[in-house]
């Protein structure tokens, strides 16, 4: 069984924001004196307009050109707001202060706008605002800048209004059919990048008598799911993109602005994973990953996980194979691996039965017997076995250096009779029939695995391709003069013997048999640079000569003859 954990994709939050902005304040005479100081609807609409404007994320997006805003005043008729003189249709720089002059200076009955509230007009003429690019601040960048993932453009619409008095009673199209974002509200059809939010300013903290323009703006008449409509309560419950704010507490102006400020420069954050992995949360107490749902934010993210349990291996034929136990790979047990203290009741395992059974030998039987042939070497019971030989070169109390390693071997292959496996005869002594692998090492130096190979005749400039180097082995030559076998390239390849740090690697990995010693690969280091390749140098060194398969081949070492060279300090 095998258990992954990565990163969870996430996608979306304040980073990614894009936005186009068109804020429709009700200029209709219900809402009063617009200056400041008057304790009236219209300026309670107009302080909600300098906070948002102000707010940190609105300016924070605007300096960074991440966003642009216009503005719209509406009642019967409607007018594009200029609050900085330039006739955009969404400004990239503005101030609360700058927009609110503009509303004052063109309230109510003011360049045609009337004193009635038609609704179907301020969605409509805000949605007009809001699509024409090619009059915006931010013009040269499109048709590349709606077509980013993360662009949204929203129309928010402010109003005193309980009732429309001008215009459609009904507002066609609805705005679920068509306008709002399944975003929003789901299931509704309008563009997924596209927004609807709806602003109350009420009088009183009752929140609207009749919710008929703020529901129409954002969903519709009757058009969608009864969740997504104002709730007068108790408690008052808005429904999506709505908000309701007090115009007599200031702070409730500023609280909805906060709020709305923060929302639209927020892209929803998204966790995702690969195909056959699955989201994991962390618990909100413990902190490990054991969790099927939880908060998607890239401070803490979730995780991908996958559990795989492999199939059985297949026994022998005739095997009966059944699997015990369950995959932890659906919640809530893949959620539970993730806690490090739980322990799996039912776990996956393979149960095999086999039965095998010899035929009974009722005529002869017998022992092996060792070294009885002449014709198979260093094989027992079938199996070939190396013949490993360990010399130690010790000097006392004299360090020396390892200049080469020679030894003197003789192999013969005999030539006796087939029925006596090869036995009796004569012999024949192959002259080039070596060691294969050589491992040379004291206490704190060890050559690697030297592959041996014989030196090519009459062939120098194949000698100088020696010896070769891999991650796993060194394959170096050795030279044969009058049954001298030598060995000189070799050198210290310890990745770190630890006298500058704290690293602990022993030379071997000596398995529990107490005889087959791997070389610990940790403590390795083939490539190291020509500057870092020491000589072996101790007074007692080791050359493990090895022969992995001899075959028919009886090899003799008559004589091991080290080159030292005292190396004194």
């Known amino acids: 069984m095998t258990v992954e954990d990565i990163p969870a994709t996430v996608t979306g939050g304040p980073q990614n924001c894009l936005l186009d902005i068109v804020i429709a304040i009700d200029a209709s005479g219900s809402t009063g004196n617009p200056n400041p100081g008057q304790n009236s609807l219209a300026d309670g609409e107009l302080t909600w307009l300098v906070a948002f404007i102000d707010d940190p994320a609105i300016q924070a997006a605007l300096t960074a050109n991440t966003m642009q805003i216009g503005f719209l005043a509406w009642a019967t008729g409607s007018a594009q707001a200029n609050p900085t003189g330039t006739g955009e249709s969404m400004l990239g720089a503005v101030t609360g202060a700058q927009a609110r002059t503009w509303f004052q200076n063109n309230w109510t009955s003011q360049n045609g706008i009337g004193g009635q509230t038609n609704a179907q007009l301020a969605r409509n003429n805000g949605l007009t605002q809001l699509n024409n690019k090619a009059g915006s601040a931010y013009a040269a960048n499109y048709p590349a800048r709606s077509a980013d993932p993360f662009f949204r453009q929203i129309l928010i619409v402010v109003t005193d209004g309980n009732a429309i008095t001008s215009g459609n009673n009904i507002l066609t199209p609805q705005s679920f059919n068509s306008l709002q974002s399944a975003n929003v509200i789901p299931g509704a059809g309008g563009p997924v990048n596209q927004e609807l939010m709806s602003v109350f300013v009420s009088p009183n903290a009752n929140g609207p008598g009749n919710a008929t323009i703020i529901d129409q703006i954002t969903v519709g008449a009757g058009a969608g799911p009864a969740n997504a409509y104002y709730n007068p309560g108790p408690p008052i419950t808005p429904g999506p993109n709505q908000f309701i ?325």
């Open 245 to 569: 704010m007090n115009a007599s507490v200031p702070a409730s102006l500023q609280a909805t602005a906060q709020q709305i400020a923060n929302q639209v420069c927020t892209i929803p954050f998204s966790c995702d994973c690969p195909a056959g992995y699955t989201l994991v949360y962390p618990n909100a107490t413990n902190g490990f990953y054991t969790d099927a749902t939880g908060t998607c934010d890239d401070i803490n993210p979730p995780v991908c996980r996958k559990v795989e349990c492999e199939d059985c291996p297949p026994g022998p034929v005739g095997t009966t194979t059944t699997t015990l136990g369950t995959c932890p790979d659906t919640f809530p047990e893949l959620g539970l691996i993730g806690d490090p203290n739980w322990v799996d009741p039912t776990p996956p395992e393979c149960n095999y039965y086999y039965a095998d059974f010899v035929q009974a030998n009722y005529k002869v039987g017998s022992f092996w017997r060792h070294n009885v042939r002449c014709d198979l070497f260093a094989n027992y019971y079938g199996d070939n076995y190396a013949w490993e030989v360990e010399l130690i070169n010790n000097t006392g109390q004299q360090v020396n250096t390892i200049r080469s390693i020679e030894y003197q071997l003789e192999t013969y292959i005999y030539k006796g009779e087939p029925e006596y496996n090869m036995c009796g005869g004569d012999k024949y002594e192959d002259l080039l029939f070596n060691f294969d692998k050589a491992i040379i090492y004291n206490n704190d130096q060890v050559s690697g695995l030297l592959n041996i190979t014989s030196q090519p005749f009459n062939n120098p400039w194949g000698e100088l391709t020696y010896p070769i180097v891999t991650a796993n082995d060194m394959t170096v030559l050795a030279s044969k003069v009058e049954h001298k076998f030598r060995i000189n390239q070799f050198w210290d390849i310890t990745n770190d013997r630890g006298e500058f740090t704290n690293a602990e690697q022993s030379v071997f990995n000596t398995q529990c048999n107490g005889y087959t010693r791997p070389l610990n690969q940790t403590n390795l280091n083939y490539f190291k640079p020509e500057t870092q390749r020491k000589k072996f140098r101790h007074y007692s060194n080791h050359v493990l000569l090895r022969r992995q398969v001899s075959g028919n081949k009886k090899m003799l070492l008559r004589l091991e003859n080290t080159k030292l060279l005292l190396s004194q300090r």
